[in-house]
T-cell receptor
Framework: DTAVSQTPKYLVTQMGNDKSIKCEQN?????MYWYKQDSKKFLKIMFS???????INETVPNRFSPKSPDKAHLNLHINSLELGDSAVYFC?????????????FGSGTQLSVL | DQQVKQNSPSLSVQEGRISILNCDYT??????FLWYKKYPAEGPTFLIS?????DKNEDGRFTVFLNKSAKHLSLHIVPSQPGDSAVYFC????????????FGTGTRLQVTL
């Protein structure tokens, strides 16, 4: 029943490893996002995909690679993890209507890089 | 450069009273504003939004006011309830869509009995 679900909820890993976070939405939305909330609690957009096409890429290191196999899924793969990647990552989705839109967020993935 | 600012990190209000959360923005291209509520270990949940063509939007106990000349918006919750205790984020976007939201750092609201 969860509208936007992301897994895993917690991810603890060593520096240098590669990891993935999965996201799925069952709302029929056409746009999906990844946001990062850092230690200072700033929520910042990383990527946005509309109908499987990348539309926003906010100067994120190319170690981060989003993959959208279909409109309902947007996964985030991170290569060569660094200490500074520790954060909470939120997936979100919306229906782009040209007005009155709102984002629906997943519950977040707490990534800890040791 | 913080384009959306919530200068009060926390606020405590008695149950039944009004809670007023404030947000300031600097980017004059922002024309769509949203408030989100967040409980611990959960994602932000949409509360209410307002576009720049309005100065007020109301939904039940929640009202958002927008003062474009001051680049300021506020969220009023009345009456406040203990279940309203959460972190509230203000967010803004340009182009009339929510496709690229800029968030404030949040205000933690505590509603006491």
């Amino acid at each position: 029943d969860t509208a936007v679900s992301q897994t895993p909820k917690y991810l603890v890993t060593q520096m240098g490893n590669d990891k993935s976070i999965k996201c799925e939405q069952n709302l029929g939305h056409d746009t999906m996002y990844w946001y990062k909330q850092d230690s200072k609690k700033f929520l910042k957009i990383m990527f946005s995909y509309n109908n499987k096409e990348l539309i926003i890429n906010e100067t994120v290191p190319n170690r981060f690679s989003p993959k959208s196999p279909d409109k309902a899924h947007l996964n985030l793969h991170i290569n060569s993890l660094e200490l500074g990647d520790s954060a909470v990552y939120f997936c979100a989705s919306s229906l782009l209507t040209g007005g009155d839109e709102k984002l629906f967020f997943g519950s977040g993935t707490q990534l800890s890089v040791l | 450069d913080q384009q959306v600012k919530q200068n009060s990190p926390s606020l405590s209000v008695q149950e039944g009273r009004i809670s007023i959360l404030n947000c300031d923005y600097t980017n004059s291209m922002f024309d769509y504003f949203l408030w989100y509520k967040k409980y611990p270990a959960e994602g932000p949940t949409f509360l209410i939004s307002i576009s720049s063509i309005k100065d007020k939007n109301e939904d039940g106990r929640f009202t958002v006011f927008l003062n474009k000349s001051a680049k300021h918006l506020s969220l009023h919750i009345v009456p406040s309830q203990p279940g309203d205790s959460a972190v509230y984020f203000c967010a803004a976007s340009g182009g009339g869509t929510a496709s690229k939201l800029t968030f404030g750092t949040g205000t933690r609201l505590q509603v006491t009995l």
